[in-house]
């Protein structure tokens, strides 16, 4: 593998951080290292920007891909920033509540959700951004947030099929849908983590051939199989580690690091 200069997208959740518990030591020198050799770390995340918090950002990366692609960032100039279209989210929202879907919509500037409603109980990081970013986070207005994606939670998960099909979201919205959690994530249609890779790769002027990403996750799929080494972590959902090109061992049992170690890359 090249020693030339390379670019490498992480994930986050369940690749390099894990909540409650932080980043592992391995992976903060491992991206340490990975910058001294002349290489280029960037989060690539389904998070919109809102919600990158500072434990991730002084990690000490380049760039920023968010909203599992609808952000494009890289040294503080934003390269695209796409939202959902209205009246499609708006139409989209309701149509979801009125089948007791529960819905928080996504942007890099903030959050929004029904106060009144369990987005709470079960969308992590909400309670933090009203402590400590309450700008970031506001009562949801479906018809003129400014969202780059939703997510839903469904109270019934396999009624998410039905839904799919009645409602024709994959005819209207990239879908990431989890194994473990009764988890959707919608973003605009065509938008993904490839095509956030893609934009910055063009303005870079680096070639897929000396790309890699880590990741662990539904909407990492594209991502990994458009990327040069295509790396699944060993936490990762079974779908997504049978659709990598690679494997590695867990967020826990330094699978970044080592991973970065047998490609050479430090």
């Not at 959902?237 to 494997?247: F, I, L, S, T």
Request: hydrophobic letters at 35%.
């Amino acid at each position: 593998m090249s020693q030339e200069r390379s670019i490498v997208f992480f994930d986050i959740d369940g690749t390099i951080f894990e909540m409650g518990k932080g980043t592992p030591e391995s992976t903060r020198t491992a991206l340490g290292l990975l910058k001294e050799k002349g290489h280029i770390p960037v989060v690539c995340s389904g998070r919109p920007k809102a919600t990158l918090f500072p434990e991730v950002l002084d990690l000490g990366f380049s760039g920023i891909i968010g909203g599992a692609g609808a952000y494009v960032e890289f040294q503080g100039e934003v390269l695209r920033s796409v939202f959902l279209e209205q009246p499609l989210q708006g139409e989209t929202v309701r149509k979801l509540e009125r089948r007791d879907c529960c819905v928080v919509l996504e942007g890099p500037d903030y959050i929004s959700y029904r106060g009144k409603g369990e987005a709470k109980k079960y969308f992590r990081g909400l309670d933090r951004l009203h402590r400590e970013y309450p700008d970031r986070v506001k009562e949801m207005e479906e018809d003129s947030d400014r969202a780059s994606k939703m997510t839903i939670f469904f109270y019934e998960e396999e009624r998410f099929p039905f839904l799919d099909q009645e409602l024709s979201l994959g005819k209207h919205f990239s879908l990431a849908r989890y194994e473990r959690e009764a988890f959707v994530e919608m973003m605009p249609k065509g938008i993904n983590k490839a095509d956030g890779i893609r934009v910055l790769l063009e303005h870079l002027g680096l070639p897929v051939s000396r790309t890699y990403a880590f990741g662990d996750g539904p909407n990492d799929l594209e991502m990994l199989q458009y990327v040069q080494y295509g790396t699944a972590m060993g936490n990762a959902e079974e779908n997504v580690r049978k659709a990598a090109g690679y494997q590695t061992e867990g967020i826990w049992e330094d699978g970044v690091y080592r991973a970065l170690k047998r490609y050479g890359l430090i």
